[in-house]
Structures are given as C-alpha cells and as structure tokens.
Nanobody
Framework: QVQLVESGGGLVQAGGSLRLSCAASGTIFSINGIGWYRQAPGKQRELVARFTSGGAIAYADSVLGRFTISGDNAKNTVYLQMNSLKSEDTAVYYC?????????WGQGTQVTVSS
C-alpha cells in the first residue's frame, strides 16, 4: 500500500506562484510513476505533470513553461512549482501514483487563483 499526502495549496493572485508537495509513504521506493492531476468544478480530472515509470517527465500543454515538476527520491516527495498562475488553474490538485498493483490518490489540495 502507498499513501500520498499533498500540501501547499492556497489562495494566490493571478501571476503569482505556489509550490505543492506530495509526500509518499508505504511500499514505494522511487518517485517514478508519481504525478499531479487537477479537477476544476464541473470538469473532468486532468493530468498536469508526472514522472513516467521510466523517469521521463510529461506535462499538459496548458502548463508548459509555467509549471515544473521535481522530486526527491531520498524523501519520496514530489513537488509542483507553479508560476504565472492564471484563474483557469483554479482546481483541486491531486497527487497520483500509478503502479502494477494499483492507482493511488492523495486527498487533494485546493488551489484558487484570483483575477
């Protein structure tokens, strides 16, 4: 089993920055496979950025150049640095870990960008 705990959400003005953290615990030995998704009200959950199982990085087109995913294998923690935030980035952000034995989710952290 794997547990994921997000932190770092909040209220920020458009153009501002936030950094989210996802701390993973349990039977996890690498940050590969961890990523960030978001869900805005009335919309489907969508990929923001993730480490693939092979360690590559994938971003949604809408966040390219503004968001950066990074990680610390020693701490089993993944970060999402979000810059130049826009009102359309407002959503609940979820940490996700996908592996052969399951698809794990954190509880989510709210990010609200005021215009």
């Amino acid at each position: 089993q794997v547990q994921l705990v997000e932190s770092g959400g909040g209220l920020v003005q458009a153009g501002g920055s936030l950094r989210l953290s996802c701390a993973a615990s349990g039977t996890i030995f690498s940050i590969n496979g961890i990523g960030w998704y978001r869900q805005a009200p009335g919309k489907q959950r969508e990929l923001v950025a993730r480490f693939t199982s092979g360690g590559a990085i994938a971003y949604a087109d809408s966040v390219l150049g503004r968001f950066t995913i990074s990680g610390d294998n020693a701490k089993n923690t993944v970060y999402l640095q979000m810059n130049s935030l826009k009102s359309e980035d407002t959503a609940v952000y979820y940490c996700n870990f996908r592996r052969y034995d399951g698809n794990y989710w954190g509880q989510g952290t709210q990010v609200t960008v005021s215009s």
